[in-house]
């Protein structure tokens, strides 16, 4: 895009900032909310990549999408619907973790093992620190 056009559009997208937080806190998606202003979504993620308004809008816009999948899975009525919900919340749960990985990702998990079979007895400890090593 040329960066004539592209400085027109920020402001636009400045502009209208209440409103897309507004709109992405309610789970609608940055590109329907772009196209509806007539911004490219690239631009308007750029916009506000480093606005802590947005980067929250943008949580709760995972969160309301998640609440929503989950809804749709619970009110299933026949195996196809029931099908369809559990691929939805799955790529849901997919996208909320690569686009915020702290938030949603899965948490590393750290194993300690302690080999207790060659471990010295309280009596073998005492005798060494009399003797001196």
Do not use: C
């Not at 056009?5 to 636009?12: A, N």
């Not at 490219?40 to 947005?54: G, I, V």
């Not at 749709?72 to 619907?81: F, G, V």
């Not at 997919?94 to 207790?116: D, M």
């Amino acid at each position: 895009m040329p960066k004539h056009v592209m400085s027109k559009l920020v402001p636009t997208a400045i502009k209208h900032k209440p409103e897309i937080l507004e709109r992405l806190s309610n789970g609608e998606t940055v590109a329907s909310i772009a196209k509806s202003l007539g911004i490219a979504r690239e631009t308007l993620s750029r916009t506000l990549a480093h606005d802590a308004d947005y980067q929250q809008a943008f949580t709760e816009a995972l969160d309301a999408r998640l609440d929503q999948r989950e809804q749709e899975l619970e009110q299933a009525s026949d195996n196809i619907t029931l099908a369809r919900a559990r691929e939805l919340l799955s790529h849901a749960r997919w996208r909320a973790e690569r686009l915020n990985p702290a938030r949603y990702g899965q948490r590393p998990s750290v194993a300690i093992q302690v080999n207790t079979g060659s471990a010295i007895t309280d009596a073998e400890l005492a005798k060494i620190v009399r003797e001196g090593g």
